[in-house]
């Protein structure tokens, strides 16, 4: 599908989207406990969607209604559970390197399945650890699928979240369920703001887990046979979906305007993708921060050029890229080796779909330098870009079109749909024709 946007003016109150890692995380801890539980503002993403499917497929009960995701647990049927079972997890990494974990809780053998994007995303960290755990796996040369044979029972292993903190993630959401207890030593751990968001997790549901620090990295203590108990929890307000439409408000809101404010969004969340606060201070937009909105306006004068270290929240670089290009002077955001084993090639797209927007965005070892320019300058008249299937980088171009001159076609922008269904939708009503 192709979606063309026009020049416009952001403005006005929205909603942030729900966070699909909140939503998630959320997800598999219902499917563990014993009753009921109530997920509140749930995203119904693409991935979120994959994580339900594989939620019912181990033995919850899933029922969607008005405001709410009602997950019925299934901790004995998945502690229990025998022969095999495939997962279609669709394109989502922290589905499939999640519930690999999970599934390993299962005495039979389970396949987690892989589709699009998601095949040609690494998912081999995950052998190791398991199998010191007392788990079997396989993957196609470090690729899904995952076979894996349970039970995973517990004990010590060594766990490198060098590229990914989503595989640790389920470790530390299905050890309480095994018989033993186990300590984890993690290695060059990458994006810890979203670790912290699974602690927050598992505790909403009643588990804790003891973590302190090790000579490589944190150190986990999991205690073995332990309950989640089920929670009326609420999904967080997403800050990487939400940091396009802060950015709209900076590039193309109206000068001396009220500028655009986004509402469900926690100051205090774990997410990483907070930092966007940071970048837009220090590109001297207007940024007013509370926990009711975050509300965000153009600079008194020109944007300014800023750097940034997204080496811990690299979905970030999208948003951070449409920003840049409309800054006065160069912008360097550091972290460029984090988004290789994206939806795509992360900054190979976004160097060559904003080359065809008159944004040069070039890399230098591990740094993105954009090349900005202020609001009147620098950008073509007409442009049509490719999304790769990636929906961040889809996103960034809607936000950058909104600043520029004319009309920008996105080929592929259905894939919005992976995090934020409505996106297009959303963002229009929130601009308006200059």
């Known amino acids: 599908m192709t979606r063309t946007m026009q020049p416009a003016v952001a403005s006005g109150s929205i909603r942030a989207p729900a966070s699909k890692s909140s939503m998630q995380r959320a997800v598999a801890c219902a499917l563990l406990a014993e009753g009921e539980s109530a997920l509140r503002s749930p995203s119904?993403?693409?991935?979120?969607?994959?994580?339900?499917?594989?939620?019912?497929?181990?033995?919850?009960?899933v029922e969607s209604g008005p405001g709410a995701v009602r997950v019925g647990g299934a901790p004995g049927a998945l502690l229990s559970g025998s022969g095999e079972l495939s997962l279609p997890c669709g394109e989502s990494g922290l589905c499939i390197r999640m519930f690999s974990s999970i599934a390993a809780l299962r005495p039979g053998r389970t396949e987690l399945a892989a589709r699009g994007s998601l095949a040609r995303r690494p998912v081999g960290m995950a052998a190791g650890p398991l199998e010191a755990l007392g788990?079997?796996?396989?993957?196609?040369?470090?690729?899904?699928p995952l076979r894996i044979e349970g039970p995973l029972?517990?004990?010590?292993?060594?766990v490198d979240a060098s590229a990914s903190s989503q595989f640790l993630t389920g470790l530390l959401v299905a050890l309480p369920l095994a018989p033993g207890d186990s300590i984890l030593e993690v290695g060059g751990l990458a994006s810890g703001g979203y670790v912290e968001l699974t602690l927050d997790t598992m505790r909403a549901f009643g588990v804790e887990v003891e973590r302190s620090a090790g000579e490589r990295g944190p150190s986990f203590r999991i205690e073995g046979r332990r309950?989640?108990?089920?929670?009326?929890?609420?999904?967080?307000?997403?800050?990487?979906?939400?940091?396009?439409?802060?950015?709209?408000?900076?590039?193309?809101?109206?000068?001396?305007?009220?500028?655009?404010?986004?509402?469900?969004?926690?100051?205090?969340?774990?997410?990483?993708?907070?930092?966007?606060?940071?970048?837009?201070?220090?590109?001297?937009?207007?940024?007013?921060?509370?926990?009711?909105?975050?509300?965000?306006?153009?600079?008194?004068?020109?944007?300014?050029?800023?750097?940034?270290?997204?080496?811990?929240r690299p979905d970030l670089f999208p948003p951070l890229v449409a920003l840049a290009a409309r800054c006065e002077g160069r912008s360097s955001i550091r972290g460029v080796s984090r988004l290789r084993d994206k939806e795509s090639d992360r900054a190979a797209a976004l160097s060559l779909e904003f080359a065809k927007l008159g944004v040069e965005a070039t890399v230098d070892g591990d740094v993105m330098r954009v090349e900005g320019a202020a609001r009147r300058q620098g950008t073509v008249e007409e442009a049509r870009v490719d999304s790769h299937g990636d929906h961040r980088i889809?996103?960034?171009?809607?936000?950058?079109?909104?600043?520029?001159?004319?009309?920008v076609g996105i080929d592929g922008a259905d894939c919005v749909s992976k995090s934020w269904p409505s996106f297009f939708e959303d963002l229009g009503s929130v601009s308006s024709p200059r």
């Open 44 to 61: 119904l993403s693409a991935d979120c969607l994959a994580a339900l499917e594989v939620a019912r497929a181990l033995g919850a009960r």
């Open 135 to 144: 788990a079997r796996c396989a993957t196609q040369n470090g690729l899904p």
């Open 153 to 158: 029972r517990g004990g010590r292993a060594l």
């Open 227 to 312: 309950r989640y108990a089920a929670a009326d929890f609420e999904v967080e307000g997403d800050w990487s979906g939400a940091a396009f439409l802060l950015v709209a408000g900076a590039i193309a809101g109206r000068p001396g305007g009220a500028g655009l404010s986004v509402e469900g969004l926690s100051l205090g969340s774990s997410q990483p993708d907070r930092g966007i606060l940071e970048a837009l201070r220090d590109a001297g937009a207007r940024v007013e921060a509370s926990e009711r909105s975050i509300r965000v306006g153009p600079a008194e004068g020109e944007l300014r050029a800023f750097s940034f270290d997204a080496r811990d």
């Open 394 to 407: 889809a996103m960034a171009a809607a936000v950058h079109a909104l600043a520029g001159l004319g009309a």
